[in-house]
């Protein structure tokens, strides 16, 4: 029998727990399975997420996320039942990575410690396979097991206050206020933590701020400087109504207080319906808008220079408009800058008007995100980090 | 990773084969630097230290970027790096030749008048 390597994808909590890789690899030797694949529910828990595998090797970053309810996985987490799919559709399996790696059938069950759900284990085979109730009670056991390792992290006194730490600097859950759905995913190119970062937060007056930023540089460090800079936004926009004048005001602070530091900013503020929207840029990638349904454009917004450089530069406040039902996409120039030796000559504009074309085939902000990361940046392994926010209105 | 042996788990882990060759001819002060290939994390070291080099020998430094097919904000880094070394010793410093790439990157940060050729 064929040995086969466990991918993590989320190594922080493989390496806490190393049961999970051991149960993974018993999964897939006892059943046969084409494929074995645990998701844990993330922080907000309305979102499953991949965190390791035997056999979706080229599984696409960023895209392993599941939203509780839809999909395969969403609906074992749901129904906190075991779910057979004889044939994979694309509706049904929202995970594209499934579908790309040729899964036929799937059998899922609840990963499930005392009564608190942890996640979905499933198994996959890229033939059509008759799933019985031995296969059930199997996969239900083995569920059992990863319950049992997941209560139990292998952490040291020292890693423990890192960890905390750390889990301060990623981003929190989306603030959603009425008449305007969220969605975002951050994709750090090195561990947990990187310089890109997303905000969205309420002023005083049904103010609605939403940011993009990208430290330049990545891992620990610049989340350190990346922290700095979401804390500074907010208080300067708290006092400020002006984007341009909160980014000028972003650039001395970062000038004088982190000199050497570069980053690019994205803010815009809006009011309930959200139709109205001011942005400012420094040095970063316009937002795109899209009518429902209709390919996205982007704001004509020339980013002003980024922060970091020099504060005296003048700054602009642009004003955008998303229509009813429309989308609203900020993303990091991660999501939009490649390589040129992985078989793709296109440029930075192709991309983004890949990600144009992505949002003209969506019907909510959460499978915007899930389709800018599969259609832009599809199984191209990253090495800067990726941000990307969508935002739909439903007023 | 602890508690796993290497053997057991990968990664996901990131190609890296970048290259960027930096070749140097001197005309009466100013130092030209002719850049081909890519900027990242790793060539921008290199890319660094000829320009200091350049411009601890000379009066001025100039940079063809023409043949630069890949560069991301690491690379921006790096020439903020050499303009305020030029600065701070009272020389000039310029971007004399764009790929369309670097062109393109320059104008996402608000860039794209920088570093002007006089």
Redesign the interface.
């Known amino acids: 029998m064929r040995t086969e390597a466990v991918t993590a994808l989320d190594q922080e909590t493989v390496a806490a727990h190393p049961g999970v890789a051991d149960i993974l690899r018993k999964v897939h030797a006892a059943t046969g399975a084409d494929e074995a694949t645990v998701l844990l529910l993330d922080r907000s828990r309305r979102v499953l997420e991949q965190v390791a595998t035997i056999g979706l090797d080229r599984t696409l970053r960023g895209a392993r996320r599941v939203p509780m309810g839809q999909g395969f996985a969403g609906r074992v987490a749901q129904t906190r039942q075991p779910v057979i799919v004889d044939e994979v559709r694309n509706p049904t399996v929202i995970n594209p990575v499934l579908h790309a790696h040729g899964v036929r059938s799937l059998l899922g069950v609840p990963i499930i410690d005392g009564s608190e759900l942890l996640g979905v284990l499933h198994i996959g085979f890229r033939r059509s396979y008759d799933f019985g109730d031995a296969e059930t009670r199997l996969l239900t056991e083995y569920a059992a097991a990863l319950g049992d390792a997941l209560r139990h992290p292998v952490i040291d006194g020292a890693n423990a206050a890192a960890l905390t730490l750390q889990r301060s600097l990623l981003p929190e859950a989306l603030h959603e206020p009425a008449g305007l759905a969220l969605a975002a995913r951050y994709v750090p190119a090195e561990g947990a933590l990187g310089g890109d970062w997303y905000d969205v937060f309420d002023l005083p007056g049904d103010r609605l701020c939403v940011v993009m930023g990208d430290v330049v540089g990545h891992g620990l460090e610049s989340a350190i400087v990346m922290g700095r800079l979401r804390s500074a936004l907010r208080a300067y926009a708290l006092d400020h109504d002006d984007p341009a004048e909160v980014l000028h005001r972003l650039d001395r602070k970062i000038c004088h207080f982190e000199p050497g530091a570069l980053a690019t900013v994205l803010f815009g503020v809006s009011r309930h319906p959200y139709e109205e929207w001011r942005f400012s840029s420094a040095g970063h990638y316009p937002p795109l808008v899209a009518a429902p349904g209709r390919v996205a454009e982007a704001v004509d917004l020339a980013p002003d220079r980024l922060l970091g450089l020099d504060p005296s530069v003048p700054r602009r406040t642009v004003t955008a408009t998303v229509p009813p039902g429309g989308f609203l996409c900020l993303f990091t120039d991660g999501l939009v800058e490649r390589r040129p030796h992985d078989g793709d000559g296109d440029g930075i504009d192709a991309n983004i008007e890949r990600l144009a074309q992505a949002l003209a085939a969506v019907d909510d902000a959460e499978m915007g995100c899930i389709r800018a990361l599969t259609e832009v940046v599809g199984d191209y392994v990253a090495e800067d980090d990726i941000a990307v926010l969508v935002a739909q209105r439903t007023a | 990773?602890?508690?796993?042996a290497a053997?057991?788990?990968?990664?996901?882990?990131?190609?890296?084969?970048?290259e960027l060759t930096i070749s140097r001819r001197d005309e009466g002060g100013t130092a030209l630097l002719t850049l081909v290939g890519?900027i990242?994390?790793i060539s921008r070291q290199d890319l660094i230290t000829a320009g200091k080099d350049a411009l601890g020998e000379g009066d001025a430094l100039g940079l063809d970027m023409q043949g630069v097919?890949?560069m991301?904000?690491?690379g921006?880094?790096a020439l903020?790096e050499l303009a305020r070394h030029a600065e701070a010793l009272g020389q000039s410093f310029a971007i004399t030749d764009k790929s369309?790439?670097v062109r393109?990157?320059l104008?996402?940060?608000?860039?794209d008048d920088a570093w002007q050729p006089a």
């Open positions: 990773m602890r508690g796993l053997a057991d788990v990968r990664v996901v882990e990131d190609k890296r084969d970048m890519s990242d994390l097919d890949f991301d904000s690491m921006i880094g903020i369309p790439r393109r990157v104008q996402a940060t608000g860039l």
